[in-house]
């Protein structure tokens, strides 16, 4: 069974479109379990009704023609109870709807299961018999597991064709959403271009060209470059190899053949697609052609074509890359975007950027929030490919996008921007006024830095000093370990930016989903393994020299902070401490004129929030990395979309936990400070606030709104809410319960359109 399922899921997978990937499954299904029929009903949200999509067995002239309601017969039946139905005798049910353009009343008994993806009922496949029987338990199992398989490739081609611009039923599709992650806060409205690693066939686009004569040449052109490599190697390699051996190099320029391969390239592009897209067509069909035979031998050439097409396509993408062209308003999307690949962007056309692989902490991420582009990443179900040349929506609030904008969307988020745009312009008059609430409650208001470019930013915006420098940041753009030199240059910077406000620098913390190219960390389960604090201390040398270099880097100013990261027992603290000591004892010793800093712990970890007095009295400070405490709290990991509505920062556990926090450590004489996300929130700063947070800490962005909101209420008001919100239950009920009175208290601009209202507006605009 295993084996079936395999080859059907890779048959499936390289299908051309939804319709060919359903006419693959009705047929291989119907087969495998040796039924007489196999269809598939799909949704279709635009009618709201489930629509005969595909059939091995019923008359095909049903297909696209008869479809149901969404309660409507078995089909709709199987849809609500969201379970198979298995029954002997169908037409006996009193649900059954008979369709006389299926030629369905010759079958008795009827088994259908859904098709669910991310909790939506996608659809309904069904198999029937003539012979009235129940399906065994076996069938049963196979086609739930069947089901599941493809839910996701299903899922996928109805993305891909409603991008472009295509419901189910052929009706203009508009305002078609991806949800991914937020990876840079804004909102843009531009062109999408795809870019992609070089000779990746896989990730190269759908495109059609408007000029055929030219694309075939540019494709001989790589066929007679291909052509003259392999013969150059093969000659190369001619005295060192059997003859059998070499015999492989003939099959390669037999398959280079004007008959073979390029022959069928030249055709498709005959049919109007760019020369990359129709190789990309054709050895897939190849690869898939030759997985599937039982000759091992033959599967083998599978590598072979894979080979050569990347070869192609490399002389094509020469070319290629020369002309990409970048409209005024440049949505960047890719399956994994690099730094490398924004660089290529000419300056102030890069509005957004997308990325399907990669999570706010990706590097990508941290750079894009540093030059203030909306970003969203981890878009899982997105097909990239059919990205180029559309106009999207990006929201990097929501870690949202939209492709095929309504006129109604489109204003509703051009809105945003505009508004964005005013309300920055009008809160720079607030730079230099104090962070303060109308009854006289002061609270710091911080930035976190990983660049140098944030430290600009964050000074035009008035920040007070740094209360989160993420250390690893300039160590993930090398490509090596940097030397105490060069990372005394970055520390200096940094806190030379600020003086004498305070600087505070985090150790390196990598492990998680931080990754540095040069140190890789492959684990199982990376967010509960060697990450932060754990790693440094059983790399002395690594937090030694960090150490040394931030300590150096002070000299003369002396206002470098020391923050300590997943911090989950007080030795770690303890033997963190003994380290800085001998450091600072060592530099001192080597003539710098150095104090000692101070010294602070992040309480990211649930551990941590239990044992507040105990680490407040090893340290001076204590700071809140919100971020990694409401993912361990809640247990859902910070950058999975698929989780990612169950991560909330409101949540009940969330907010007595850092009302706890802030308890705790001033009951010990210790300052609390929060550098997560939450702290960039204006309702989550108001809330921080009231729990008599002493520092709030975020990107540069957030800040001049977090200054407004707080210097506009008073500390009573704020406490008020916070005893309000403390007795909801639902993180839901609490966020309406913020915003409300933020709207309420003259802030509503300052709420972001949520993923529901979106939706909401897309509905109103569709109906
Ligand atoms: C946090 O976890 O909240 C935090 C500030 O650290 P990071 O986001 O870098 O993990
Ligand atoms: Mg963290």
């Known amino acids: 069974m295993l084996s079936i399922l395999r080859s059907l899921v890779q048959e499936v997978n390289s299908a051309r479109d939804l319709q060919e990937a359903l006419d693959i499954i009705v047929s291989r299904v119907q087969k495998a379990m040796g039924t007489e029929v196999c269809?598939?009903?799909?949704?279709?949200?635009?009618?709201?009704?489930?629509?005969?999509?595909?059939?091995?067995?019923?008359?095909?002239?049903?297909?696209?023609?008869?479809?149901?309601?969404?309660?409507?017969?078995?089909?709709?039946?199987?849809?609500?109870?969201e379970e198979p139905i298995n029954l002997e005798d169908a037409p006996s049910h009193p649900r059954y709807r008979y369709f006389p353009e299926t030629g369905e009343e010759r079958f008795r008994s009827f088994l259908g299961v859904p098709i669910i993806h991310h909790r939506r009922v996608l659809g309904?496949?069904?198999?029937?018999?003539?012979?009235?029987?129940?399906?065994?338990?076996?069938?049963?199992?196979?086609?739930?597991?069947?089901s599941a398989q493809l839910a996701g490739v299903i899922a996928h081609g109805e993305a891909t064709g409603a991008i472009s611009g295509m419901s189910l039923t052929g009706r203009e599709a508009r305002d078609v959403s991806f949800n991914g992650v937020p990876g840079a806060p804004g909102v843009a409205i531009g062109t999408g271009v795809v870019v992609y690693p070089a000779a990746d066939l896989d990730a190269v686009p759908e495109k059609p060209t408007d000029d055929i004569e030219s694309e075939v040449a540019l494709f001989q052109s790589a066929v007679r470059a291909v052509r003259e490599d392999?013969?150059?190697?093969?000659?190369?390699?001619?005295?060192?190899?059997?003859?059998?051996?070499?015999?492989?190099?003939?099959?390669?320029?037999?398959?280079?053949?004007?008959?073979?391969?390029?022959?069928?390239?030249?055709?498709?592009?005959?049919?109007?697609?760019?020369?990359?897209?129709a190789l990309k067509q054709v050895v897939q069909q190849y690869v898939r052609h030759f997985e599937m035979m039982d000759d091992h031998y033959l599967q083998e050439r599978a590598v072979d074509v894979r080979d050569l097409g990347r070869r192609l396509l490399s002389h094509l993408q020469e070319g290629?890359?020369?002309?990409?062209?970048?409209?005024?308003?440049?949505?960047?999307?890719?399956?994994?975007?690099?730094?490398a690949m924004l660089g290529e962007v000419p300056k102030g056309r890069l509005v957004g950027l997308v990325s399907v692989k990669g999570s706010s902490n990706s590097h990508v991420a941290i750079l894009a929030r540093a030059m203030g582009v909306p970003t969203v990443m981890g878009l899982v179900d997105i097909p990239v490919n059919q990205l180029d040349g559309k106009e999207l929506i990006v929201d990097g609030f929501e870690g949202q996008i939209?492709?095929?904008?309504?006129?109604?969307?489109?204003?509703?988020?051009?809105?945003?921007?505009?508004?964005?745009?005013?309300?920055?312009?009008?809160?720079?008059?607030l730079r230099d006024k104090p962070c303060e609430t109308t009854d006289g409650h002061r609270v710091s208001l911080l930035v976190n830095t990983g660049l140098m470019?944030?430290?600009?930013?964050?000074?035009?915006?008035?920040?007070?000093?740094?209360?989160?420098?993420?250390?690893?940041?300039?160590?993930?753009?090398?490509?090596?370990?940097?030397?105490?030199?060069?990372?005394?240059?970055?520390?200096r910077e940094q806190l030379e930016a600020f003086a004498p406000n305070p600087v505070t620098m985090r150790t390196l913390d990598v492990g998680g989903d931080k990754a540095l190219a040069y140190f890789p960390i492959n684990e199982e389960n990376p967010f509960l393994g060697w990450r932060g604090i754990r790693v440094t201390l059983d790399h002395p040398e690594i937090f030694l020299v960090q150490v040394r270099a931030m300590l150096k880097a002070s000299e003369g100013l002396n206002n470098l902070q020391i923050m300590l990261p997943m911090i989950s027992n007080v030795s770690e603290v303890e033997e963190s401490l003994h380290l800085i000591y001998r450091v600072y004892h060592e530099v001192r010793e080597e003539g710098y004129d150095i104090h000692m800093p101070k010294v602070g712990v992040m309480v990211e970890v649930p551990a941590a929030v239990y044992q507040i007095r105990e680490l407040a009295d090893r340290v001076d400070f204590l700071s809140v990395g919100s971020?990694?405490?409401?993912?361990?709290l809640l247990a859902v990991d910070r950058n999975n979309p698929r989780v990612a509505q169950l991560y909330h920062s409101y949540h009940p556990a969330v907010l007595?936990?850092?009302?706890?926090?802030?308890?705790?450590?001033?009951?010990v004489g210790k300052p609390a400070g929060i550098c997560g996300e939450l702290a960039g929130d204006p309702g989550g700063a108001l809330l921080l606030m009231a729990m008599g947070y002493d520092s709030l800490s975020m990107n540069a962005a957030s800040l001049p709104k977090v200054k407004s909101v707080i210097r506009s209420v008073s500390r009573e008001w704020a406490m008020q809410l916070l005893e309000d919100v403390l007795m909801l239950d639902s993180p839901h009920v609490i966020k309406s319960c913020v915003d409300l009175a933020l709207r309420n208290a003259g802030f509503g601009r300052y709420l972001r359109p949520g993923k529901t209202s979106s939706l909401a507006l897309s509905e109103q605009a569709a109906s």
């Not at 015999?247 to 053949?257: E, I, N, P, S």
């Not at 290629?320 to 730094?339: C, F, N």
Request: hydrophobic share 40%; charged share 25%; proline share 4%.
């Open 230 to 277: 392999i013969e150059r190697v093969a000659n190369r390699l001619a005295s060192q190899l059997r003859p059998e051996e070499q015999a492989l190099f003939d099959v390669y320029l037999r398959m280079l053949g004007d008959e073979a391969l390029p022959g069928e390239v030249v055709n498709r592009i005959r049919e109007g697609i760019w020369a990359q897209g």
């Open 124 to 146: 309904v496949l069904v198999v029937q018999q003539r012979e009235s029987r129940c399906f065994d338990e076996g069938e049963e199992a196979f086609l739930v597991t069947v």
């Open 39 to 81: 269809s598939v009903y799909l949704q279709d949200p635009v009618t709201n009704r489930y629509i005969l999509m595909a059939t091995e067995g019923l008359y095909r002239k049903a297909v696209g023609r008869v479809s149901l309601g969404y309660s409507e017969g078995l089909v709709g039946l199987v849809g609500s109870r």
């Open 402 to 429: 939209f492709a095929s904008p309504s006129a109604d969307l489109r204003a509703f988020y051009q809105e945003i921007c505009d508004e964005e745009d005013e309300l920055v312009r009008g809160l720079e008059a």
């Open 627 to 632: 971020n990694d405490l409401t993912q361990y």
């Open 656 to 667: 007595q936990a850092l009302v706890r926090i802030a308890q705790d450590a001033h009951a």
């Open 320 to 339: 290629e890359q020369r002309h990409l062209v970048y409209p005024e308003k440049t949505v960047l999307v890719s399956e994994e975007l690099t730094p």
């Open 453 to 491: 470019t944030d430290v600009v930013r964050s000074l035009s915006h008035g920040a007070e000093g740094i209360g989160l420098y993420r250390t690893e940041v300039p160590f993930m753009i090398k490509d090596r370990f940097p030397s105490e030199q060069e990372q005394r240059e970055y520390y």
